[in-house]
Nanobody, 121 residues
């Protein structure tokens, strides 16, 4: 059983910063991709940032230059440093990972339960 647990959300003023963390635990053979998504009220869940196993990253246009995704492979943890936050960044942020649980299994997708980020204007 694999679990993703997010932390670091909260209330911040516009222009401020927050750092989200997501730790993967359980039966893990290999983590291929770790990513952050977000879902604002009444909106669909959208990709924010992706960190592939080879080190490549990808960002949504709306967060480029403000957010930075990083990954600690030894700790199976992914981070999202969010700077210059705007009111429109308010959302529940979800951790997502493509994980191979065992050498005998195929890659599977996992989601955390989410952490709320509220940016006041």
């Amino acid at each position: 059983q694999v679990q993703l647990v997010e932390s670091g959300g909260g209330l911040v003023q516009a222009g401020g910063s927050l750092r989200l963390s997501c730790a993967a635990s359980g039966s893990i053979f290999r983590i291929n991709v770790m990513a952050w998504y977000r879902q604002a009220p009444g909106q669909q869940r959208d990709m924010v940032a992706v960190f592939a196993r080879d080190g490549t990253t990808n960002y949504a246009d709306s967060v480029k230059g403000r957010f930075t995704i990083s990954r600690d492979n030894a700790e199976n943890t992914v981070y999202l440093q969010m700077n210059s936050l705007k009111a429109e960044d308010t959302a529940v942020y979800y951790c997502n990972a493509a994980i191979v649980p065992s050498r005998f299994l195929n890659v599977m997708e996992y989601w955390g339960k989410g952490t709320l980020v509220t940016v006041s204007s």
